[in-house]
Antibody
């Protein structure tokens, strides 16, 4: 079964750091671009970061310079290092696979999400 | 990055047709994708490349594109279709914007 499982969420103080992990299974992880998408409670989806198969990375302006996406293909794992966290970063963070191929830029597989709360 | 605009809400009666629009300046050049999200669940892809339907998605879900607007159409809406729907695209700089989401209410 194709699956993504996030972990590492929790409560962190403003200005603090947190590292999220996403464990992939059921597919050749190294062959796919991977993404993080977040959703604040009651709000919409917000794309957070992407990493290509070659390790190229992309971020929106809202997190650039504070968040770092990385991958470890040998462990079928995706990571998101979040620094200088703010209250506005509070959200459920989803790991998602870019389908590629016929799916092109669609996110065809999603994890169940991990909650990050930034509060004092 | 560019913005995608959706109506906040759409309401239809069971059996009717629901249409949810998504507008963006780059949509004539970039494909759009649609996701369904039910409370407490992760999003599910329902339409890719403007109008293609993944396997397992009911035929009542369809998509279309015209100029700067793409439309998700749900024909013969059922109670189980009540959910939030998001459009998404990609731009040439490597970013992946989402629309603000539309809450579909089945009356």
């Amino acid at each position: 079964e194709v699956q993504l499982v996030e972990s590492g969420g929790g409560l962190v103080q403003p200005g603090g750091s947190l590292r999220l992990s996403c464990a992939a299974s059921g597919f050749t992880f190294s062959s796919y671009d991977m993404h993080w998408v977040r959703q604040a409670t009651g709000k919409g989806l917000e794309w957070v970061s992407a990493i290509g198969t070659a390790g190229d990375t992309y971020y929106p302006g809202s997190v650039k310079g504070r968040f770092t996406i990385s991958r470890e293909n040998a462990k079928n794992s995706l990571y998101l290092q979040m620094n200088s966290l703010r209250a506005g970063d509070t959200a459920v963070y989803y790991c998602a696979r870019r389908g590629g191929g016929v799916y092109l830029n669609a996110f065809d597989i999603w994890g169940q999400g991990t909650m990050v709360t930034v509060s004092s | 990055s560019y913005e995608l605009t959706q109506p906040p809400s759409v309401s239809v009666s069971p059996g009717q047709t629901a249409r949810i629009t998504c507008s963006g300046d780059a949509l004539p050049k970039q494909y759009a994708y649609w996701y369904q999200q039910k409370p407490g669940q992760a999003p599910v892809l329902v339409i890719y490349k403007d109008s293609e339907r993944p396997s397992g998605i009911p035929e009542r879900f369809s998509g279309s594109s015209s100029g700067t607007t793409v439309t998700l159409t749900i024909s013969g809406v059922q109670a189980e279709d009540e959910a939030d729907y998001y459009c998404q695209s990609a731009d040439s700089s490597g970013t992946y914007p989402f629309g603000g989401g539309t809450k579909l209410t089945v009356l």
